[in-house]
């Protein structure tokens, strides 16, 4: 009984001190007399897996792109808060002819050359590119034998290179041949978490620092980092890992979810920062998002000897009040297209490379052009779709298109989709007369909403986002649009479809297993996020 009270009041005393001391350690107060510098994320929409390097007082980051081209898209800042896309790396249809899936990419720049490193999953695995400037040309794809996803590659003082994978081998490669040099050694097994993956080395104070992604790329996401005095190892794990993640109670709060998958960067001023992905959940609980995996940015404090420390407590939050690079705000782009150009912009995707027959500009009409092929959204190949990533949880996007079906197989119109599942808006013949509805595809189940029949000539169609609904809507007279239909955002959530990408706005057209004979022509695409 005694010795009972006496344990009793060891743990009271002993919550009483923990409490007075420091009731949460990972909990920091925000300072919220500093201003807030900037926001994240610094990239909205689906740019996942971000690497970053730095030229002179220049910053090129690239991400992830999966089954979109072209491929892994760069971008170019002067201060890491504001960033312009310039190009992408998979620019030409023969880099990668078919089966396009990308997984993370590693950007460095080296002796006056980038380059790109990553994997195709679905085709021949790990490759790089070079280019002598960022925007291209881009050369074709050096294959490499390197196991598993994630590689990065590491310029040592010596003038040795390096390859390492999500396998944590390390090998020496002959860049300028793509050939590996000597044994393939796995140096590290990560800290402990789920799916170890996304190596970056770099070094620092006479140490090899590893870092990676731990826990999967969900809500357990982490950055974890050992290091060593010799780039084969042994490499010890920091004490105080993970260093970034939001598994624990200072990040469950946080409306940017699943944080990981990180690079750092030395700026120009000595200051350091870390590029790292996450989510910001549109619906209920648990939490479902549509935005993908979006690049944020925060800043690390590495002492001389010592470890990094992420933004103190190792969280992204939206709003980052620390000083930075002088920032130079980007000219703000129109949200309306109205296809004035022959190339599209690079905001614009397809899905795999395209055919030109298919999908063009018509210069002297000022309209894109789409026509049908036999395949669908979701089916293997390239179905007839332009579109771009939705940025933000709240939007409204709109077209105005000309197409007259010639017959019930031929649909064309805007779609919302996310790996092969796809919410339309769909004008297409019914009874021999043209009309508009809303199809949801939930995996093998099809809803289709009530038809309304379309007067000859013109319809503007229009998606509009909430959060939670994506509401889809029509009008033939440019203004006073009749809703169609409502439908739940989380069913094209990435937690729902599965894999790792964000929803796709766009255009499209299917002959819905033929060769459609009608063209659709769109007058404009227009995109307005508001948050
Ligand atoms: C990627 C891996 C990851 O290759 O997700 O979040 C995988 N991290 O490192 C697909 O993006």
């Given at each position: 009984?005694?010795?009972?009270?006496?344990?009793i009041?060891?743990?009271?005393i002993?919550?009483?001190i923990?409490?007075?001391?420091?009731?949460?350690?990972?909990?920091?107060?925000?300072?919220?007399?500093?201003?807030?510098t900037?926001?994240?994320?610094?990239?909205?929409?689906f740019?996942?897996?971000p690497?970053?390097?730095?030229?002179?007082?220049?910053?090129?980051?690239?991400?992830?792109?999966f089954?979109?081209?072209p491929?892994?898209?760069?971008?170019?800042?002067?201060?890491?808060?504001?960033?312009?896309?310039?190009?992408?790396?998979?620019?030409?249809?023969?880099?990668?002819?078919?089966?396009?899936?990308?997984?993370?990419?590693?950007?460095?720049?080296?002796?006056?050359?980038?380059?790109?490193?990553?994997?195709?999953?679905?085709t021949?695995?790990?490759?790089?590119?070079?280019?002598?400037?960022?925007?291209?040309?881009?050369?074709?794809?050096?294959?490499?034998d390197?196991a598993e996803?994630?590689?990065?590659?590491?310029?040592?003082?010596?003038?040795?290179s390096?390859?390492?994978?999500?396998?944590f081998?390390?090998t020496?490669?002959?860049?300028?041949?793509?050939?590996?040099?000597?044994?393939?050694r796995?140096?590290?097994?990560?800290?402990?978490?789920?799916?170890?993956?996304?190596?970056?080395i770099?070094?620092?104070?006479?140490?090899?620092?590893?870092?990676?992604?731990?826990?999967?790329?969900e809500?357990?996401?982490?950055?974890?980092?050992?290091?060593?005095?010799?780039?084969w190892?042994p490499?010890?794990?920091?004490?105080?890992?993970?260093?970034?993640?939001?598994?624990?109670v200072?990040?469950?709060?946080?409306?940017?979810?699943g944080?990981?998958?990180a690079?750092?960067?030395?700026?120009?001023?000595?200051?350091w920062?870390?590029?790292?992905?996450?989510?910001?959940?549109?619906?209920?609980y648990?939490?479902?998002?549509?935005l993908?995996?979006?690049?944020?940015l925060?800043?690390?404090?590495?002492?001389e000897?010592?470890?990094p420390?992420?933004?103190?407590?190792?969280?992204?939050p939206?709003?980052?009040?620390h000083?930075?690079?002088?920032?130079?705000?980007?000219?703000?782009?129109?949200?309306?297209?109205?296809?004035?150009?022959?190339?599209?912009?690079?905001?614009?995707?397809?899905?795999?490379?395209?055919?030109?027959?298919?999908?063009?500009?018509?210069?002297?009409?000022?309209?894109?052009?789409?026509?049908?092929?036999?395949?669908?959204?979701?089916?293997?190949?390239?179905?007839?779709?332009?579109?771009q990533r939705l940025?933000?949880?709240?939007?409204?996007?709109?077209?105005?298109?000309?197409?007259?079906?010639s017959?019930?197989?031929?649909?064309?119109?805007?779609?919302?989709?996310?790996?092969?599942?796809?919410?339309?808006?769909?004008?297409?013949?019914s009874?021999?007369?043209?009309?508009?509805?809303?199809?949801?595809q939930?995996?093998q189940?099809?809803?289709?909403?009530?038809?309304?029949?379309?007067?000859?000539?013109?319809?503007?169609?229009?998606?509009?986002?909430t959060g939670?609904?994506?509401?889809?809507?029509?009008?033939?007279?440019?203004?006073?649009?009749?809703?169609?239909?409502?439908?739940?955002?989380r069913f094209?959530?990435?937690?729902?479809?599965?894999?790792?990408?964000?929803?796709?706005?766009?255009?499209?057209?299917?002959g819905?297993?033929?060769?459609?004979?009608?063209?659709?022509r769109?007058?404009?695409?227009?995109?307005?996020?508001?948050?």
């Amino acid at each position: 009984m005694r010795i009972l009270a006496v344990l009793i009041s060891f743990f009271s005393i002993n919550s009483i001190i923990a409490q007075t001391v420091n009731p949460n350690p990972w909990v920091m107060d925000t300072d919220t007399t500093k201003t807030v510098t900037y926001k994240n994320p610094i990239i909205p929409g689906f740019y996942s897996d971000p690497s970053v390097c730095r030229v002179g007082e220049d910053y090129y980051l690239v991400t992830s792109s999966f089954e979109y081209f072209p491929g892994v898209p760069i971008f170019h800042s002067r201060d890491l808060v504001n960033w312009k896309q310039v190009g992408h790396v998979i620019h030409r249809k023969e880099q990668i002819p078919k089966d396009l899936n990308i997984f993370a990419a590693t950007i460095r720049h080296h002796k006056g050359t980038f380059y790109m490193i990553t994997t195709n999953v679905s085709t021949k695995g790990n490759f790089y590119m070079t280019a002598k400037n960022p925007e291209g040309p881009w050369s074709n794809p050096i294959w490499i034998d390197v196991a598993e996803i994630d590689p990065d590659l590491f310029f040592d003082d010596d003038g040795r290179s390096y390859v390492i994978s999500s396998t944590f081998e390390l090998t020496e490669i002959d860049l300028s041949t793509g050939k590996l040099i000597g044994e393939k050694r796995k140096v590290w097994n990560g800290n402990g978490g789920r799916y170890p993956e996304a190596p970056h080395i770099y070094k620092k104070d006479g140490f090899y620092y590893l870092m990676a992604a731990e826990g999967g790329t969900e809500e357990a996401h982490s950055v974890t980092i050992s290091r060593s005095n010799s780039i084969w190892g042994p490499y010890i794990n920091n004490p105080s890992n993970p260093i970034a993640t939001h598994v624990n109670v200072a990040g469950m709060g946080k409306h940017i979810q699943g944080i990981g998958h990180a690079d750092i960067v030395l700026a120009h001023d000595s200051s350091w920062w870390m590029v790292l992905h996450g989510y910001r959940s549109v619906a209920g609980y648990p939490p479902h998002h549509t935005l993908g995996r979006e690049t944020c940015l925060v800043p690390v404090n590495w002492p001389e000897g010592g470890w990094p420390v992420v933004n103190g407590n190792g969280t992204v939050p939206l709003e980052i009040r620390h000083s930075t690079l002088p920032l130079q705000k980007l000219a703000i782009t129109p949200t309306r297209d109205e296809f004035q150009n022959t190339s599209l912009g690079l905001k614009y995707n397809t899905i795999q490379p395209y055919d030109e027959k298919h999908i063009y500009v018509d210069p002297s009409e000022s309209q894109l052009v789409l026509k049908g092929t036999s395949l669908k959204i979701g089916d293997k190949g390239s179905p007839t779709f332009v579109g771009q990533r939705l940025t933000d949880i709240s939007f409204t996007s709109s077209t105005l298109m000309e197409f007259n079906p010639s017959g019930e197989n031929e649909v064309a119109g805007m779609t919302l989709t996310n790996n092969g599942s796809h919410f339309d808006l769909v004008v297409s013949k019914s009874d021999n007369t043209r009309v508009v509805y809303v199809e949801l595809q939930f995996g093998q189940t099809v809803y289709r909403s009530k038809e309304f029949i379309l007067k000859p000539g013109p319809v503007n169609l229009k998606i509009e986002g909430t959060g939670p609904e994506f509401i889809f809507s029509y009008t033939q007279n440019g203004e006073n649009f009749t809703i169609i239909e409502k439908a739940d955002a989380r069913f094209l959530s990435t937690e729902t479809v599965g894999w790792f990408t964000g929803v796709y706005i766009g255009l499209y057209a299917t002959g819905n297993g033929k060769s459609s004979k009608e063209l659709a022509r769109y007058n404009y695409f227009e995109y307005e996020g508001r948050q």
